[in-house]
């Protein structure tokens, strides 16, 4: 008798402090997902230019942040050259798919960056679409992530020369959160602008945004912030050089932001 009360005890202890243990957030990436995500960095295979912009880019945190994993679908939306794109595809593997999607300009601009790409079916799990938003298509319920990188702004920018056609936010997210599976993500990184102004003027003018006004847009597209990461900040950095002069490429503070599709009631 006293054996067996001894074990009970035991076992009442032992159930204490599992149920007091603190669980990780569900969604949180798992150290599987890190080590995933520099073994995709790491790949021999990558394009040396691709190389050269690791160390400012940030891939490990950025890709981490988004938690993409094996078999999963994503789209990297106006994903120019591709260089997000092919580590996604590394990530998710043959099981999963990768749409790099461009709009006509965003393909003119970087049409070297692709040919060198995707030459010789190098990413065989990637669907290049170039469409204008209007006529962009994506399968209800089909994606697990969508990633805009320094790309989001440019949905306001309206050149004074036409070269970028005026394109809607509220349509490309309407779009996107139909296409996003329920629970789905979308991350956002992009230049920080200051608060104050019209923002196509702000972005014609900087190429920067401010953080409140894509936290707004998404909300209203029916989105909730699920976390928001520092990892890219430069306080020193005034918010008022366009991203492009070389006394700030590379350099700009960011923001990086993760959306969660809300769950229909």
């Known amino acids: 008798m006293k054996s067996a009360s001894i074990v009970l005890g035991l076992l009442l202890i032992l159930a204490g402090l599992t149920a007091g243990a603190a669980s990780p957030a569900p969604?949180?990436?798992?150290?599987?997902?890190?080590?995933?995500?520099?073994?995709?960095?790491?790949?021999?295979?990558?394009?040396?230019?691709?190389?050269?912009?690791?160390?400012?880019?940030?891939?490990?945190?950025?890709?981490?942040?988004?938690?993409?994993?094996?078999g999963m679908h994503v789209i990297d939306v106006f994903s120019a050259g591709g260089y997000y794109t092919e580590l996604l595809a590394r990530l998710v593997g043959p099981e999963g798919q990768v749409i790099a999607y461009n709009?006509?300009?965003?393909?003119?601009f970087a049409e070297k960056g692709i040919a060198a790409r995707y030459a010789d079916d190098r990413l065989p799990n990637v669907q290049q679409v170039t469409s204008t938003i209007d006529d962009l298509e994506l399968a209800p319920a089909s994606l697990d992530a969508a990633i805009f990188i320094m790309s989001y702004h440019d949905l306001y920018w309206r050149p004074a020369d036409g070269s970028w056609p005026p394109t809607d936010p509220a349509q490309l997210l309407g779009k996107l959160n139909a296409a996003l599976k329920p629970g789905g993500v979308?991350?956002?990184?992009?230049?920080?602008?200051?608060?104050?102004?019209?923002?196509?003027?702000?972005?014609?003018?900087?190429?920067?945004?401010?953080?409140?006004?894509?936290?707004?847009?998404?909300?209203?597209?029916?989105?909730?912030?699920?976390a928001e990461s520092d990892v890219l900040a430069h306080p020193d950095d005034a918010h008022t050089i366009m991203v492009f002069d070389e006394a700030i490429r590379g350099r700009t503070d960011q923001f990086l932001f993760r959306f969660r599709k809300t769950a229909a009631e």
């Open 186 to 226: 979308i991350v956002v990184q992009d230049h920080v602008a200051t608060a104050g102004g019209a923002t196509a003027e702000v972005v014609d003018k900087l190429h920067r945004i401010d953080p409140a006004v894509v936290k707004a847009d998404f909300a209203r597209a029916g989105f909730t912030l699920d």
């Open 103 to 108: 709009n006509p300009p965003y393909a003119k």
């Open 27 to 70: 969604d949180a990436p798992s150290v599987r997902t890190s080590e995933a995500v520099a073994n995709a960095i790491a790949d021999p295979d990558r394009l040396p230019k691709d190389r050269e912009q690791d160390s400012h880019r940030k891939p490990a945190e950025v890709l981490n942040f988004v938690g993409v994993g094996r």
